[in-house]
Nanobody, 115 residues
Framework: QVQLVESGGDSVQPGGSLRLSCAASGSIASINAMGWHRQAPGKQRVRVATITSGGTTRYAGSVQGRFTISRDSDKTTLYLQMNSLPTEDTAVYCC?????????WGQGTQVTVSS
């Protein structure tokens, strides 16, 4: 199994930046792709960004050019750099890891963008 713990969520003003972290433990060597999802109040969870074991990244259109996903070479920590945040980015952000054991999820971290 893979355990994930997110951190870095905070309240920021529109136009601000945040960096989220996701610490992985357990069967780290079995991890293939990792990613970030978010769920806004009253909405379904949506994928934000993914990164494969080879370093290929993909982004949702709404965050392309503003968010950057990255990962430590040892796969222990996943990051999401978020810039130019509008209020619409307010959500609970969760990281996931796809491994031999299936998909694992963290508990999430709250990001609030408000003036």
């Amino acid at each position: 199994q893979v355990q994930l713990v997110e951190s870095g969520g905070d309240s920021v003003q529109p136009g601000g930046s945040l960096r989220l972290s996701c610490a992985a433990s357990g069967s780290i060597a079995s991890i293939n792709a990792m990613g970030w999802h978010r769920q806004a109040p009253g909405k379904q969870r949506v994928r934000v960004a993914t990164i494969t074991s080879g370093g290929t990244t993909r982004y949702a259109g709404s965050v392309q050019g503003r968010f950057t996903i990255s990962r430590d070479s040892d796969k222990t920590t996943l990051y999401l750099q978020m810039n130019s945040l509008p209020t619409e980015d307010t959500a609970v952000y969760c990281c996931n890891a796809d491994s031999f054991h299936g998909r694992s999820w963290g508990q999430g971290t709250q990001v609030t963008v408000s003036s």
